[in-house]
């Protein structure tokens, strides 16, 4: 059974803007958006810890902002400046936190949604 939904993924042209929301039911742990292409490895875009600490893939510092917030259980992604090539379905994910800067590897993480798709056209 899937607990963690995302929704706002769409179509959008190159440097628009969307917002990603993903509702889990989890407490205290590091809490991811990931991403994956066709033909492509799947990459860490940006995680935030129990305690607020976020990290960033660092190529996309300053256009992506990770957020959360634990009374509605909601984690949202924020992206601004999109490009075509970062089309792609996008994940989040939920894995334990030990009381440091979660990492942006995908097998830290335990607990996925289903994806909801990006697309940037040029």
């Known amino acids: 059974q899937v607990q963690l939904v995302e929704s706002g993924g769409g179509s959008v042209q190159a440097g628009g803007s969307l917002r990603l929301a993903c509702v889990h039911p989890?407490?205290?742990?590091?809490l991811g958006w990931f991403r994956q292409a066709p033909g492509k490895e799947r990459e860490g875009v940006a995680a935030?810890?129990?305690?607020?600490?976020?990290s960033y893939a660092d190529s996309l510092k300053g256009r992506f902002t990770i957020s959360k917030d634990n009374a509605k259980n909601t984690l949202y992604l924020q992206m601004n400046s999109l490009k075509p090539e970062e089309s792609a379905m996008y994940y989040c994910?939920?894995?334990?936190?030990?009381?440091?800067?979660?990492?942006?590897?995908?097998?830290?993480?335990?607990?996925w949604g289903q994806g909801t798709q990006v697309t940037v056209s040029s």
């Open positions: 935030i810890a129990g305690d607020g600490s976020t």
């Open positions: 994910a939920a894995g334990a936190w030990y009381g440091r800067t979660c990492l942006l590897l995908s097998d830290r993480y335990n607990y």
């Open positions: 989890y407490n205290r742990v590091c």
